[in-house]
């Protein structure tokens, strides 16, 4: 079975670095997907790591380690719009991503 | 990006009848779609994975004679539920997998959700 962890709620101010922590235990290994959901709308994509390091896009970076089955969401220059769910999702031996039960954050002003 | 469309956004129900929900992929061909459910403040769960021109495979715990699912051609798939109960309702989801150029392997494209309300 396939066990994934991350912080329900995190709360940051409008400006600041937040980190979201994902950890994992699956039965096999073969990426691990971000995605940011905001209330009452489907997620959409954010990032995808499958080798160890670091993945920069614009304020958004993700971070994999295999070894320790661990992954972060960094999120830079946080706005108000930012507030949303955050997903982590593996994908296992299965083809199909499973979800965490995603990090709710609140950016304040 | 490829784009999943999901129809209807909004709909309400009495209990007892039944609901059909629409999930076309617009710019692509989607053999394999998948159907989620997403109660408030709780993560996607994986409903059942339909697959064109075949029988839908479902989840453990799901029962596949309430939620009912076709997946007729390349880019439709519909889930009805049947028989709807207030504990029904939900935020449904449909996604596909696309393997076209830009995509990353496994990447999810997600219709915009349909949040279905049962009196």
């Known amino acids: 079975g396939q066990n994934i962890d991350q912080p329900t709620e995190m709360t940051a101010t409008e400006g600041a670095i937040v980190q979201i922590n994902c950890t994992y235990q699956?039965?096999?290994?073969?990426?691990l997907f971000w995605y940011q959901q905001h209330a009452g709308e489907a997620p959409t994509f954010l990032s995808y790591n499958v080798l160890d390091g670091l993945e920069e896009k614009g304020r958004f970076s993700s971070f994999l380690s295999r070894s320790k089955g661990y992954s972060y969401l960094l999120l830079k220059e946080l706005q108000m719009k930012d507030s949303a769910s955050y997903l982590c999702a593996v994908k296992g031996g299965s083809y199909i991503p499973t979800f965490g039960r995603g990090t709710s954050l609140i950016v304040h002003p | 990006g490829a784009v999943v469309s999901q129809h209807p956004s909004w709909v309400i129900c009495k209990s007892g009848t039944s609901v059909k929900i629409e999930c076309r992929s617009l710019d692509f061909q989607a053999t394999t779609m998948f159907w989620y459910r997403q109660f408030p403040k709780q993560s996607l769960m994986l409903m059942a994975t339909?697959?064109?021109?075949?029988?839908?495979?479902?989840e453990q715990g799901v029962e596949k004679d309430k939620f009912l699912i076709n997946h007729a051609s390349l880019t439709l798939s519909t889930l009805t539920v049947t028989s709807a109960h207030p504990e029904d309702s939900s935020f449904y989801i449909c996604s596909a997998l696309y393997g076209g150029a830009g995509a990353k392997p496994g990447e999810l494209f997600f219709g915009e959700g349909s949040r279905l309300t049962v009196l």
């Open positions: 699956t039965s096999g290994f073969n990426g």
């Open positions: 339909s697959n064109e021109g075949s029988k839908a495979t479902y």
